[in-house]
Structures are given as C-alpha cells and as structure tokens.
C-alpha cells in the first residue's frame, strides 16, 4: 500500500485533504452556517445567507474555503451573531465570486475598509456594510466596479472619508452615510461619482460645508444633511448641484443664510429648514430657487417675514400645490406679516391655506395690535405668546394679492405702523364689506377688526 511504501522509504506520511464541505451544508459544526437558495445539491446556488457563530474566524480559516463550492453566488449576506466576531473584510473569498452582485456584511467588528477590499468584482450592484464599527474608509477602498449602483455604510463609526476612498465607479446612484461621526469632508471627496443621485450624510457631526465638497455632483437630485451640526450656510455652497430636486438642512443649530446660500438651485423642488435658529433671512435668499414647491421653516426663532423674503416663490405660493411651513418662531404680530394673510385669502391651496392659520404670533403692546386696523388683544405680559391671533384677519373672498412695498418695514422695529396705503386701505375696506355682508367671519374675523379700527 501507498502507507507501507512510506514507511519503506522513511518518507512523511502523506496529506490527503479532505474534501470541501458545501457552503450550503447547513452543518452546525461550522463556524460559519450558511442557507442557500436554490436549496438543491445538485444546483448551484444564487444566494446564501450565512451567520459567523465564532469567536476566532482567522482570513485564512478552512471553513472560508467552503465558498469555493458555490462559486457562481450572486446574492451573499453575512450577519455575525452576538456569540461570533468578524473584523475584516473576506477580501480573499469575495475574490472568487466573480458573479457576485450583492453585498451585506453587518454586526462586525470592523475598524477600517482597506484599499480594494472588495477586489476587482465587475458585477457587483449593491454593497452594504451597516452597524460594523467602521472608523475609516482608505484610498481604493471601493475602486474599479463598473456596475455598482449603491453603497450603504449607515450606522458606523466613520469619522474620515479619505478623499480617493471612492473612484471609478461610473455607474454608482446611491451612498448612505448616514448616523457616523463625521465632522468634515474633504474637498472634491464625490468627485467621481458623477452619476451619484442620492447621498444621505444625516445624524453626523459635520460643521462647515465647502462648495468644493460637491464638485462632480451634477446629477445629484437628492442631498441630505439632517442632524448635523451646521451653523451657517455661506454662498453658493450648492451651485454644483445644478439638478438637485430636495435638499435637507432641518434639525442643525444654523443661524444664519447668506442672501445667497442657495444660488444656482434652479430645480430644487423641497427645501427643509426645520428645527434651526435661524432669527432672519436676509433679502433675496430664495432668488436662486425659484421652482421650491415645498419649503420648511417650522421650528426655528424668526420674528419676522417679510414680502420681499419670499417674492421668487409668490406665483408658487398663489397658483399651485406649494406648501409653506412656519409653525412654532417667535413671530412679531405687526405689519411685516400682513402679506400672509393677503396670502391666505389669495391662494388656491388648501393646503397652504391651513399651513398659514396655524401661524402664532408675539404682541409687546398691553392690548394694542401691532398690525394697523387690528382687533384689540386681551391684556397680557408682552411677548406672550397668542394662538392664532390674526388667522381670520382680513377675511372675505379671494382677491388679488396688492403689496405696497414701502408700508412693509422691514427693520424689525417694534412701533405703531403709520397710517396704511391708499391701496391697502381699498384692499381691506373692500375685504370688510364683503365680510360685513356675509355676516362676518369666525372668531376674530372682520367683525373684530373693525370694532379694532373703533378702538
């Protein structure tokens, strides 16, 4: 026998390696239990699902070479359980499935993505890596994949992107980097993803946009930047993103907009600034948006809005299905705001309309309404806020929207405003008739304004 010859010859004894057990064998002893669809023996699968129950699953482990008999997968995921540890990526084994076009590993222990982590594999469309402790993505990390369409990295613990991390990925829609610690991007970090639709970067820490940070992102149409920490928007830090459709900014701590933060924005369509401390907005910060069918301002300290504000979007706000949000600022009840209830009354959405009655404003006069002709407040501490106190001011049929500009003050002075236009004057004595001839409006509608107008 081959046994004895050996021994004849004082040679080793020789290693015959025991054949590959199947990837898809569902064998428990394994470190790495995986099940496969189809779940035929005798056909090769397309996808396995496979779960790390070990500890120690070194790079080079014997149960890694088990995807050798599954070598055509299209659809792999790997999650490690609470009892197993995975901290790199099998870089080795995604090497030898060249047909692979799915990607999930998560619930590793990953500290950082090395260059070409995920080798040369053409077909590749989808990797997602969520909840690994990823700290860092190197130069390369994601390189050469001409199909890749999406990259989800959300729920790490990234905080540097270096800039080379993601190149030549020509066809790549979709990156989600959501919920990590970054604080900063590096300027043209994006600039490959030329085909690049959506990038999420909500809940990070990033302080200070960059125009520069956006180069190559043309046909990006959906930008989010929710949760961060933003204190201010200077301008033309979006001129790049000459598709862009939605933008989100809300629940950042940002001060100030500069009069052209938003320049070059030509077809965005949602804009969201919810949840901010923006105080004012400076005149003519909408001119570079002009098509903005959804615009959020709720939630944030504003006293004041005035006309001249929100001009570029008014045949928005008059004629179609726009929506403006301005719950909850800390809005002065006097002249600046009387366009909104001209608004109100002018526009054909219902919508809007009830977005504009929820509006509460300040007073800092016992008793006196800041807005000329107004009904008398109940006396109250100034600054006090009074729900809705204005929604039924000027009540009557919809008209035309007449603004004298020069009656509009737009200094934020707290004073008795003078004595109206004569065009406002027409407009609102023509807007009491009709309320008187109707019997008035609800609340305090044209009835109390008038009794206001006595006072």
Request: glycine fraction near 6%.
């Amino acid at each position: 026998t081959l046994q004895q010859q050996q021994q004849h010859h004082n040679m080793p004894p020789m290693v015959i390696p025991s054949p590959l057990m199947n990837l898809c064998s569902g064998d428990r002893e394994m470190k790495l239990v995986c099940h496969c669809s189809p779940d035929d023996p005798h056909v090769k699968a397309q996808k396995a699902n496979c779960w790390i129950f070990s500890k120690e699953l070194p790079r080079k482990d014997a149960n890694w070479l088990a995807f050798q008999t599954q070598s055509t997968l299209e659809q792999l995921k790997i999650t490690v359980q609470k009892i197993g540890n995975l901290a790199y990526i099998p870089s080795d084994v995604l090497h030898t499935l060249k047909y692979l076009r799915q990607l999930t590993i998560e619930y590793g222990v990953i500290p950082d993505l090395q260059n070409y982590a995920f080798g040369n594999l053409t077909e590749l469309r989808n990797v997602t890596l969520h909840k690994n402790q990823i700290r860092l993505v190197h130069p390369f990390a994601f390189a050469n994949h001409p199909h890749l369409e999406e990259i989800n990295l959300e729920r790490n613990e990234i905080i540097e992107l270096d800039k080379e991390a993601l190149v030549h990925l020509p066809t790549l829609r979709k990156l989600n980097l959501d919920f990590n610690n970054l604080t900063m991007l590096h300027d043209d970090v994006f600039v490959f993803l030329t085909a690049l639709d959506e990038l999420k970067l909500e809940s990070n820490q990033i302080t200070v946009l960059t125009r520069e940070i956006f180069k190559g992102l043309g046909n990006l149409r959906i930008l989010k930047l929710t949760a961060n920490s933003l204190s201010f928007i200077g301008d033309t830090i979006f001129a790049e993103l000459w598709s862009l459709q939605e933008l989100d900014l809300d629940h950042n701590q940002i001060e100030k907009l500069s009069a052209r933060a938003f320049d070059g924005l030509n077809n965005l369509r949602k804009l969201n600034l919810e949840n901010n401390r923006l105080k004012r907005l400076e005149r003519g910060i909408f001119t570079g948006v002009p098509a903005v069918l959804n615009l959020n301002l709720n939630s944030n300290q504003l006293e004041t809005i005035t006309y001249n504000n929100f001009l570029p979007l008014m045949d928005n706000l008059v004629n179609s299905t726009a929506i403006l949000h301005l719950k909850d600022n800390r809005f002065i009840c006097d002249c600046r705001l009387l366009w909104l209830f001209d608004l109100r009354n002018s526009t054909k959405n219902d919508v809007l309309r009830q977005a504009l009655q929820q509006i509460e404003c300040l007073h800092d006069f016992k008793g006196i309404s800041l807005i000329y002709g107004g009904p008398a407040l109940p006396p109250a501490p100034p600054n006090q806020l009074l729900p809705n106190h204005l929604k039924d001011y000027g009540r009557g049929p919809a008209h035309e929207l007449i603004i004298d500009h020069d009656y509009y003050d737009e200094t934020g002075g707290h004073h008795r405003p003078p004595k109206p236009s004569v065009a406002i004057q027409k407009k609102f004595s023509s807007a009491r008739s009709a309320g008187d001839a109707t019997g008035g409006g609800a609340g305090t509608g044209v009835g109390a304004a008038a009794d206001g107008d006595k006072a």
